[in-house]
């Protein structure tokens, strides 16, 4: 579940006006959202806000009942290693270590998301594993190195990186934008499967348009914003 109350977020003190400005955002638990808007309008400010890496010059963002900007930095880390899977627009993956390896990297800082990762699978390395089977990617290809695999690949990787020891929410920034048409959905419906299965709540950025159909839920910022945003 997530809640944004009178949100306001500027990167510079001397801002005319504020890059975020939400009076009001809701989003249940399990919900898949698609958000969307043009480049510059705030969307990746906004993921970095719902991930506790920046935090808003008012109101307030409560994330699975806890009001997360009023979080000491310290366990706002710690919220964020527990609660939230991020797959980032270039994988930020470890290109010299295996599939599996990444994968784990994900609940190295979370001994929650460990504990759960152990409800799944004997071991963190089958769970691991399980995932990467489970996202499409074969036995032979989790055990070399990252560097050696396709985009289509390593974004599994990515996913199954967030989705080790079932964070309830899972933030996608753009992670379609290095495949073709096809690939695109195909990943979308692994992430929905993922997602369903953890009951994980999705909110996944995209300038795609062909993507929005697929989602129940889709959110455009310049329009929740009141339709301010000028391009920059
Ligand atoms: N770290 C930062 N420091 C200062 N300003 C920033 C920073 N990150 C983003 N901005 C500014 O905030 C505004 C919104 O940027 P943001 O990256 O959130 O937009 P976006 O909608 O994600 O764009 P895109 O679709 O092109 O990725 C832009 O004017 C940008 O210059």
Redesign the pocket.
Known sequence: MITLSNVLFK??AQQASP?INIASLHIEQGEHVFLH????????????LLAGVTTPNQGTITLLDKAVNQLSNSKRDRFRADHIGYIF?NFNLLPYLSPIENVILGCQFSKLRQKQALNNSPSINLEASRLLTALGLTDALQHQAVSKLSIGQQQRVAAARAFIGSPEIIIA??PTSALDTQNRQAFVKLLFEQAKATHSTLVF?S?DETLQGLFKRSVN?VELQGGTHVA?
């Open positions: 990167w510079h890059t808007g043009p480049s510059g309008c705030g969307k990746s400010t906004l993921l970095s627009q920034d753009e950025v300038h910022l920059a």
